[in-house]
């Protein structure tokens, strides 16, 4: 399973008709730019960034004009192209976001934190970031890895506010079935895979913020079966934006 792919589908699926109006109610993918362009180098030239290969400079899809900057510190930089210069328009410092630092089970390890390409609205004027926490662990010929999100809302100050914590946003399984050169002749399938992918709606009811609908996709596909014999199930959970808070 190609996790670049899954992630991609979970950003390109997030849509809704509002009920409102006829509206498409979508987040803003970011698209990355070459880290061997030029306009890589001035970017970070004109915000007086050192940028290294880890850090990463983002288009944001739809608008020419506005960048964003991640890196392994976990900062967001936004960044607006003004008559041909680059101009810091908001920073964001998640270094010191504590609230999904626990682990969801004792077999496994944290591994990453990051902050997924991506602004999802909460309402019209209104956006968040996920920031996922990765956790996995290693089995013989095969792991598991859970990774986990919250989502929080970016105010211009550069503060921000968590509007949901602690959603599952991937998680995947691989667990060896061939012990045996007879396993192998087989030529099967020689793993019990499962895996689960994370797509959002957005509802308009009028309200201050969007209530978010969170649809989670599980498959499980056993050793020795055509990838055919796979089977999904679905799972639906509304939501809305900040209720968490003081619990």
Excluded at 54 to 62: A, D, H, N, P
Excluded at 63 to 68: C, I, R, T
Excluded at 75 to 89: C, D, H, N, T, W
Excluded at 115 to 143: C, D, F, H, M
Aim: glycine share 6%.
């Amino acid at each position: 399973m190609n996790k670049v792919v899954i992630l991609l589908l979970a950003v390109t699926s997030f849509t809704v008709m509002a009920q409102a109006n006829d509206s498409v109610i979508k987040p803003v993918p970011f698209i990355s730019l070459k880290n061997n362009s030029e306009q890589y180098a001035s970017i970070c030239r004109a915000n007086g960034v050192e940028c290294t290969d880890k850090t990463k400079i983002w288009k944001e899809k739809g608008a020419e004009d506005v960048f964003y900057l991640t890196g392994p510190s976990l900062e967001l930089i936004k960044i607006r192209s003004v008559q041909g210069a680059y101009i810091k328009q908001g920073q964001w410092d998640f270094s010191e976001y504590h609230d999904n630092g626990s682990s969801p089970d004792d077999e496994l390890t944290k591994e990453d934190v990051y902050i997924y390409p991506a602004l999802y609205p909460l309402n019209k004027t209104r956006q968040a970031v996920a920031l996922v926490t990765k956790w996995s662990t290693g089995y013989s010929g095969g792991g598991r890895s859970a990774e986990y999100a919250d989502f929080l809302m970016l105010n211009d100050d550069g503060s921000y506010r968590t509007a949901f914590k602690n959603i599952s946003f991937f998680s995947s399984e691989m667990i060896r079935a061939c012990f045996s050169e007879e396993d192998y002749a087989k030529k099967s399938h020689c793993h019990d895979e499962s895996w689960s992918t994370l797509s959002l709606k957005f509802i308009d009811e009028g309200k201050a913020y969007y209530t978010w609908k969170f649809i989670t996709k599980s498959s499980d596909w056993p050793s020795f079966t055509e990838r055919s014999s796979a089977t999904v199930e679905t799972r639906e959970q509304v939501a809305y934006p900040f209720q968490s808070e003081g619990q």
